[in-house]
Each structure stands twice: as structure tokens, then as C-alpha cells.
């Protein structure tokens, strides 16, 4: 009895992924900013969500009042609209803001293609 490799097929689709970075900037002409959070999310609207929520959590006294109504105004209106309106159209999307301090906390959204394989499940073949 001879044994024969299998050949294991995968099935493949190709999707659209929206690739989410959170960064500081400690200075504008220093290093290369810190990443603080990375993760690939499904749709747009997580990604937008997300930024929302992370802008909404930055503590108050470490941003300026005109900082607090910048980050509010994005958060709330016509800024998370056209980032939309970008992820929606394949194009990358972000928001920063200055903390007291001098550090810019960053956003960034990219939408990404993927390749996802799936395992083909095949029954045992009795021998």
C-alpha cells in the first residue's frame, strides 16, 4: 500500500480591513512616535467608533479648552463624518490633537485588503 500526500485546498476570499493605530508624538523633530494601540477592525464605523471612544477618554485637564472643543467638535460632527465618507471611498483617515504638555496623540485608520483562508473540514477517508 502506497501512501499519497493530500493536497489540502483553502478556500481564499480577499476582504476589506480597516487598520487602527492609536500614537504619541512626544515632540514634532524628536523620535519616531510611541505606538500605543494597534488592532484591525471590520467596518469603518468600528474605526471611527473607536476614535470617538479614545477621544472622549482623554482626561480634560491635559487638553486646552480650544484642544476640548477641537477633539468635541470632530467626536460630534464634521469630522467623523468625512472620515467616514474617506474609509468609505478606500482612502486613510486620522485625527491628532496637542495635550498641554506638547505630546500629539494620533489616530490613524487605513482601509487594508486582506486574505482570509479558511481550512476546508474533509471527512476521513477510511483506508
Known amino acids: 500500500m502506497h501512501a499519497h500526500p493530500r493536497t489540502r485546498t483553502h478556500p481564499t476570499a480577499i476582504r476589506t ?3 487602527f493605530e492609536a500614537l504619541c508624538h512626544a ?3 524628536d523620535r519616531p512616535p510611541d505606538l500605543l494601540y494597534r488592532v484591525m477592525l471590520d467596518t469603518p464605523e468600528h474605526a471611527v467608533r473607536l476614535i470617538r471612544l479614545q477621544i472622549r477618554t482623554t482626561h480634560p ?3 486646552t479648552p480650544d484642544e476640548v472643543a477641537r477633539a468635541l467638535a470632530w467626536a ?3 469630522g467623523r463624518i468625512q472620515a467616514l465618507a474617506a474609509l468609505h471611498r478606500g ?3 486620522g485625527f491628532s490633537i496637542a495635550l498641554r504638555d506638547g505630546t500629539r496623540p494620533e489616530w490613524r485608520v487605513r482601509p487594508v485588503r486582506t486574505v482570509v483562508l ?3 473540514r474533509c471527512p476521513r477517508q477510511a483506508s
Do not use: K, Q, S, V
Request: charged letters at 15%; aromatic letters at 22%.
Open 27 to 29: 515632540d514634532a523633530y
Open 61 to 63: 485637564f491635559a487638553l
Open 76 to 78: 460630534d460632527g464634521g
Open 118 to 120: 479558511t481550512p476546508n
Open 17 to 19: 480591513g480597516y487598520w
Open 91 to 93: 482612502e486613510p483617515a
